[in-house]
């Protein structure tokens, strides 16, 4: 049975393409590997990125400069006009925003950015704010909890430090 027949019938899994079965299967003999070199031999798994002996293109191009890359902080972001569907006097935080599904969680670090209007009186818990989502926060009677990287409070994380001296 050939493998595009059985995808046509519409059967849940190809059949496995059997090999080494004599000249007039088409795939006798060397199976499909051809003659010498490294494809040819079991256990065989060509690397990510090789091209054959050609010089790889991860090589060719060249490297400058400075990537910020491996230390970008990433943020899970949500704007300001999303937060109207908590009630008045609500805590919004992360696990507030996920609970209603607001956003899909990106990080362990919220950003609140300004996007649209806010009508509500909200108490936000984040660790970021654009200007604009600060300004309307607190233009709507709400207000804002500035948080670490570890979600604590910023004003009460900095109190519980001793200081050296």
Do not use: W
Not at 58 to 86: C, E, H, Q, S
Not at 124 to 144: T, Y
């Amino acid at each position: 049975m050939d493998l595009r027949q059985v995808c046509e019938k519409g059967e849940k899994y190809q059949t496995r393409k059997r090999v080494g079965r004599g000249t007039g299967s088409g795939s006798g003999k060397t199976c499909g590997r051809g003659h010498k070199g490294a494809g040819s031999r079991s256990g065989y798994s060509r690397r990510p990125g090789f091209e054959g002996g050609q010089m790889p293109l991860y090589r060719r191009v060249p490297k400058r400069g400075f990537t910020n890359a491996p230390f970008r902080k990433d943020y899970t972001i949500v704007n300001a006009d999303k937060l109207n569907v908590f009630e008045d006097g609500a805590v919004v935080d992360l696990e507030a925003v996920l609970a209603r599904g607001l956003v899909s969680m990106a990080s362990p670090l919220l950003k609140v950015l300004g996007g649209g209007e806010l009508q509500r009186k909200l108490t936000v818990r984040a660790q970021k704010f654009s200007a604009s989502a600060k300004q309307k926060i607190e233009a709507a009677g709400g207000s804002v909890v500035l948080l670490n990287d570890k979600g604590q409070d910023l004003a009460s994380a900095a109190a519980e430090q001793p200081e050296n001296g």
